[in-house]
């Protein structure tokens, strides 16, 4: 029954800053999450602890609760942090509850509450990357309430201080080992309540909706770019203004290029016989053309070609990077009796300079294997 320690869980160590926290948790989120591996309880149990992991690491109250007593900080008797955990993202198109808490900060300004930040996760491949893209998105978010313009009250009534907090916002409970102060529950932090609520918002001012917004990813993105549309996200209560929508880029691998921010990596295999004679391989570039490159005789396993300006570009630039061939020369396999033998031949023809490395390295040897005697 014992727990794993949530950092250990995240992959981080316990000076990690929240960034890290984060990233790492998007990292394992991703890799487990339901939707990837359908049916694998291993992968849902797993993707269930790095869910609580996070929950608690990603709010300091709950942090520092966790680092000063352990598990024990959320163990019935302590109570107070008991919330449903690991609750399941949607679906990968819209996954959207990861609300930035509203720590860190944000103090309780009477009535004047932005709204949320709301977090979108898009994932993107290689080619969008390279030439940016338009992507209609989906999220659940909270938008005025037209039937009372946004304020909550129905048409006429007031406002009066909120009686659970004194006008506050605020309230302070004693839990387990510590005190907690917690936006007040009963006016949402507000201070104030309406004496008539609106009935088609009850008073909240917004109302749920899915909204669909297209975006435009820039090309250039990184996997772990973050863009930022102002004003996008959840209304605040009472028509108060919005806060804004992250969108989180991810990139799914590719099976030809790796990536490096700009430059961009092509490992092409080619034959012994093209390798050491010398000649021409076409290669593909991200841009969708290909490009011929010249391999030299004599051309060796991981040799490097640099493609000045066929590479990602840069992000709200108007430059590229570079692309990099690596050549990965293939050894033959499955010979034939008669390709063997014009192998054997061909050996009998070599001499020493047809592997300069090969004779140097014996003649090293032994030079070192005489300086021992
Ligand atoms: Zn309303
Ligand atoms: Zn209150």
């Known amino acids: 029954?014992?727990?794993?320690?949530?950092?250990?869980?995240?992959?981080?160590?316990k000076n990690s800053d929240p960034n890290t926290i984060k990233s790492s948790y998007r990292k394992l989120a991703m890799k487990f999450h339901p939707d990837k591996n359908p049916g694998d309880k291993e992968a849902e149990k797993k993707f269930k602890e790095i869910s609580e992991a996070y929950e608690i690491l990603s709010n300091?109250?709950?942090k520092?609760?966790?680092?000063?007593?352990?598990?024990?900080?959320f163990s019935q008797g302590a109570g107070g942090f008991s919330e449903g955990f690991g609750g399941g993202f949607g679906s990968f198109s819209d996954i959207f509850e990861d609300f930035f808490g509203d720590f860190g900060g944000r103090s309780s300004?009477?009535?004047?509450?932005?709204?949320?930040d709301l977090k979108y996760e898009v994932e993107i491949d290689l080619r969008e990357a390279f030439t940016g893209i338009k992507k209609e998105i989906s999220f659940d978010t909270l938008i005025r309430c037209d039937d009372c313009s946004g304020s909550g009250s129905e048409?006429?009534?007031?406002?009066?201080?909120?009686?659970?907090?004194?006008?506050?916002?605020?309230?302070?409970a004693s839990q387990g080992f510590f005190t907690v102060e917690r936006t007040c529950s009963s006016c949402g932090g507000a201070g104030q309540v309406i004496t008539d609520p609106c009935s088609s918002c009850n008073g909240e001012g917004r109302r749920r909706k899915n909204r669909k917004l297209e975006v435009n990813i820039p090309a250039g993105v990184e996997d772990g770019s973050r863009i930022r549309l102002s004003g996008e996200g959840a209304i605040g209560q009472n028509g108060s203004s919005p806060g804004d929508l992250y969108l989180f880029v991810s990139m799914e691998e590719h099976q030809i290029f790796g990536r490096n921010g700009t430059e961009i990596f092509c490992n092409v295999p080619i034959s012994i016989v093209d390798a050491s004679l010398g000649g021409t391989v076409e290669v593909p570039t991200v841009s969708g053309g290909k490009v011929k490159v010249?391999?030299?005789?004599?051309s060796q396993h991981g040799d490097q070609f640099r493609l000045n300006g066929k590479g990602m570009p840069a992000l709200r630039s108007?430059?590229?990077?570079?692309?990099?061939i690596s050549l990965i020369i293939e050894i033959p396999k499955n010979l034939s009796e008669n390709q063997k033998n014009i192998l054997r031949e061909f050996n009998d023809e070599l001499d020493h300079s047809n592997s300069p490395e090969r004779s140097g390295f014996f003649s090293k040897v032994k030079d070192f294997w005489d300086g021992l005697t």
């Open 1 to 13: 029954m014992s727990k794993s320690d949530y950092y250990e869980v995240l992959g981080v160590s």
């Open 60 to 62: 300091p109250e709950k």
């Open 64 to 73: 520092q609760a966790y680092d000063t007593y352990g598990h024990e900080a």
């Open 109 to 116: 300004t009477k009535r004047e509450q932005r709204g949320q």
């Open 155 to 172: 048409k006429g009534s007031g406002l009066q201080d909120c009686g659970a907090c004194g006008g506050s916002g605020r309230t302070r």
């Open 294 to 298: 010249k391999v030299p005789a004599g």
């Open 318 to 324: 108007t430059s590229f990077g570079d692309m990099i």
